[in-house]
């Protein structure tokens, strides 16, 4: 590789792009994307217009059909991996991974970065975190894959969040990634929302409140960083404006009293997970929240892509 050579990526399962905006911002160019939902495609186009989106499932696009590029990077659907949600082996969403190993494979690149829930890390007592780096390894080129929970929170981000980083380098390479340093202090809630204007009625979530969002604590003060921003609207954190919540018995918290208890607006969602204000997000409300919260924090994506550079450089 040639000192500051300009890298391409194409992007797996790019959701809104938040994975892609920190590459890009690092300059690792990203010249293709794709994914299954059509409001993230859109949302996709909108803000990197330079590049080219196909709208498909994965598993219908051949290797043929995708440009190469010295970098693929993507988070392969991770609800079967959660934490929060039915950790089954055996959920189809927990094989996508296998296209990705595919592509990889036919398209040969020099690195690939992939993220994933840290759920990840103990499914199926571990054998699947295990299997997987198992079929990154395989074939003509093989890859030296490092993999590290790293928290966003670490990094520039006003939010807890935990995500387990995959990078492979080509053995033939004969070069090692370090992962990124941990940025000097945090970023509290207050400091991204700064100037902030008073969101519109419409750009919050009013749903009820369920008893599973009440099983716990969901505001944090103005000081702290974020609880997870989710992909559902109706579990997306307090803002803290809201009153302190209160706990009443083990798994039950109520609200409480004389401020109004909303949650954080789409935009200010965004905004904790590291998207500028100036950032396009396409469909409705629902949508807008999930596209969010399915993403990666893009000074997450900037620190591990600046790092990868370094390397290829």
């Not at 009293?257 to 997000?281: C, H, L, M, V």
Request: net charge positive.
């Amino acid at each position: 590789m040639k000192k500051n050579k300009t890298y391409r990526a194409i992007s797996l399962f790019c959701g809104a792009g938040g994975l892609d905006l920190g590459f890009k911002k690092a300059g690792i160019d990203v010249i293709w994307a794709n994914d299954i939902d059509l409001n993230s495609c859109i949302t996709h186009l909108q803000n990197f217009g330079e590049c080219a989106v196909t709208k498909a499932n994965i598993r219908n696009i051949p290797s043929s059909d995708i440009p190469n590029a010295d970098v693929i990077i993507g988070g392969f659907p991770c609800q079967g991996f959660s934490l929060a949600g039915p950790r089954l082996v055996a959920d189809e969403r927990n094989y996508l991974y296998k296209e990705f190993v595919r592509i990889l494979h036919d398209k040969k690149p020099a690195a690939f970065v992939a993220e994933n829930v840290k759920g990840i890390l103990t499914l199926g007592n571990g054998e699947i975190i295990t299997a997987i780096v198992n079929e990154f390894k395989k074939k003509e080129y093989e890859y030296e894959v490092e993999y590290h929970l790293l928290n966003a929170a670490d990094y520039g981000v006003a939010q807890d969040r935990q995500r387990v980083i995959l990078v492979g380098l080509r053995k033939d390479l004969k070069k090692t990634y370090s992962f990124p340093n941990k940025s000097n202090g945090r970023i509290t809630i207050a400091e991204v929302l700064k100037g902030f204007p008073k969101p519109q009625e419409d750009e919050i979530c009013n749903q009820p409140y369920s008893p599973r969002y009440l099983s716990r604590n969901r505001r944090k003060n103005w000081e702290d960083v974020s609880f997870t921003i989710p992909a559902m609207a109706k579990q997306v954190p307090l803002h803290p404006s809201s009153p302190v919540m209160k706990k009443i018995t083990k798994d039950k918290w109520e609200f409480g009293d004389k401020q109004k208890t909303r949650r954080f607006s789409w935009r200010e969602a965004a905004a904790i997970q590291g998207f500028p204000k100036d950032y396009n997000f396409y469909g409705d409300l629902i949508s807008k929240y999930q596209q969010i919260g399915n993403a990666v924090p893009s000074p997450l994506a900037y620190a591990i892509a600046l790092k990868l550079k370094e390397v290829l450089d």
